[in-house]
């Protein structure tokens, strides 16, 4: 019996979807903060995932948090607001891509990542969830802020 709840926990904790607080201090009311995560509606295959692995260079999840989640790294992150830097694993049908964008996050703003296929390649953004349009860029980009 004990071995059948360990499972289940197990289990479950697989299924989490980490949301991760990535500064200092005590939890900011929602208009103080910024919140980037993964947009899952639109997923066309079930095996497509898109983890947040670091933030400003700084991983999102510990190394036994991605085993026990089998993530490697949060599906949601709260920052404060100004420019960040993002590391991005998507994984899908035959396919594993590292995306490395940039945003400037406005307080109260919330941001989706998405993700999809194009012809035969992937394209991985970020869009302003109020707005619907992209937002931010590839680091190293001519338009990165400094």
Same mark, same amino acid.
Request: charged share 20%; hydrophobic share 40%; aromatic share 6%.
């Given at each position: 019996?004990?071995?059948?709840?360990?499972?289940?926990?197990?289990?479950?904790?697989?299924?989490?979807?980490?949301?991760?607080?990535?500064?200092?201090?005590?939890?900011?009311?929602? %208009?103080? $903060?910024?919140?980037?995560?993964?947009?899952?509606?639109?997923?066309?295959?079930?095996?497509?995932?898109?983890?947040? $692995?670091?933030?400003?260079?700084?991983?999102?999840?510990?190394? =036994?948090?991605?085993?026990?989640?089998? %993530?490697?790294?949060? $599906?949601?992150?709260?920052?404060?607001?100004?420019?960040?830097?993002?590391?991005?694993?998507?994984? =899908?049908?035959?396919?594993?891509?590292?995306?490395?964008?940039?945003?400037?996050?406005?307080?109260?703003?919330?941001?989706?990542?998405?993700?999809?296929?194009?012809?035969?390649?992937?394209?991985?953004?970020?869009?302003?969830?109020?707005?619907?349009?992209?937002?931010? =860029?590839?680091? =190293? %980009?001519?338009?990165?802020?400094?």
């Amino acid at each position: 019996m004990r071995i059948g709840i360990v499972i289940l926990l197990l289990a479950l904790a697989g299924c989490a979807a980490p949301v991760v607080k990535m500064y200092d201090g005590p939890v900011l009311a929602p %208009s103080q $903060q910024v919140i980037l995560r993964v947009d899952q509606r639109g997923r066309t295959f079930a095996g497509e995932r898109v983890d947040i $692995q670091q933030v400003d260079e700084k991983s999102t999840l510990s190394f =036994g948090e991605g085993i026990l989640s089998s %993530s490697s790294g949060a $599906q949601a992150v709260y920052m404060l607001p100004g420019k960040h830097t993002v590391q991005l694993r998507y994984r =899908g049908p035959g396919a594993a891509v590292t995306a490395h964008l940039w945003l400037v996050g406005e307080a109260g703003g919330s941001y989706l990542i998405k993700a999809g296929q194009t012809g035969d390649g992937l394209k991985v953004w970020i869009e302003d969830e109020k707005t619907g349009k992209p937002t931010g =860029g590839v680091r =190293g %980009s001519a338009d990165e802020p400094k």
